[in-house]
């Protein structure tokens, strides 16, 4: 038995429309079954997250968050992911946790954006200046030939270094650069909300990437309100994230307003309905997408 070993090097293979593309596909099979378990020893954590999808294979990814690793000059985030065989169950393969990870999560929102934002949209605004946020100026460019990118960030420095690095245009007024933009990616840390819904002008679609916890935010409850709201996964999503499960409780919106998840993308259900009406995708991120992923990068380093 021979298992692969799969680093970034087979990056130069992917394809971020025949990701997406595999994404959609996979929402084809039954519906994964996920689970999670975090470990903990003081600051130090150990977080899995599982998922198996009949007729697709099984995925374990691992990781290690290590707060104290950077006074030793070594990362505080290191792990895999571990891809086992549907009808056997046997490993096969092992892949670098960052590769699957960015090419996940930016799929992910591109996924969204490709149903959802206008196929003419041309202003993109990046909020955030991380790892996530170089990957959608990636991804979009890969799906909007037009697309012009903007960034804005809390530190003007960090905005500057990020359009230097991408070629976009860094914004010092956040609500300014709201107003104007086609298309808005949150990928930032944040606990409380960023995004205004007054700010935003009709035909906007946002894709939400950032928050994870119930106690984290990137838009106000006002902006899921004038949204028609989207998630990739209703089941990782509505009950654990605080971006839906404030709304939720302030009675800004209810959980029939989430229109569709990735699961409804056959019955064209996500999808935007006229050029005017403001859109919001909810990245969650599930462990179901990492198998997909994982499934794909596997696929695509084997060719």
Known sequence: MTIAIIGPEVEAKLDWIKLTEALEAGHLLPKAEVGDTVLRRGADTLLTRSAWIDGM???V??????????????????????????????????????????????????????????????????????????????????????ARFHVWTRSEKSARAFADATGATPELDLEAAVRKAD???????????????????PGTHLDLIGAYRPDMREADSETLARARVFVDARATTINHI???MVPI???????????ADFYDLASGAF?????????????????????????????????
Do not use: C
Request: proline share 4%; net charge negative; charged share 20%.
């Open 57 to 59: 294979g099984l995925a």
């Open 61 to 146: 990814k691992a990781a290690t968050i290590y707060p104290e690793n950077h006074r030793l000059d070594l990362p505080n985030l290191n792990g895999v992911v571990a891809l086992f065989a549907d009808a056997t169950g046997l490993p096969e393969a092992y892949i670098d946790f960052g590769l699957v990870t960015k090419w996940k999560t930016a799929a992910d929102s591109l996924l969204a954006a490709r149903h959802l934002a206008r196929p003419d949209a041309e202003t993109f605004l990046i909020v955030g200046a991380g790892t996530v946020a170089a990957s959608m100026v990636e991804a979009y460019s890969a799906a909007f030939p037009k």
């Open 183 to 201: 298309v808005i990616a949150t990928a930032t840390m944040a606990t409380e909300p960023m995004i205004r819904g007054a700010w935003l002008k």
């Open 242 to 244: 605080g971006e839906l």
């Open 249 to 259: 409780a302030e009675g800004a919106i209810t959980e029939a307003d989430v229109v």
């Open 271 to 303: 999808t935007r309905r006229s050029d005017d009406e403001i859109t919001l995708s909810k990245n969650g991120g599930g462990a179901h997408l990492d198998l997909m992923t994982a499934r794909y990068v596997l696929d695509a380093a084997q060719t």
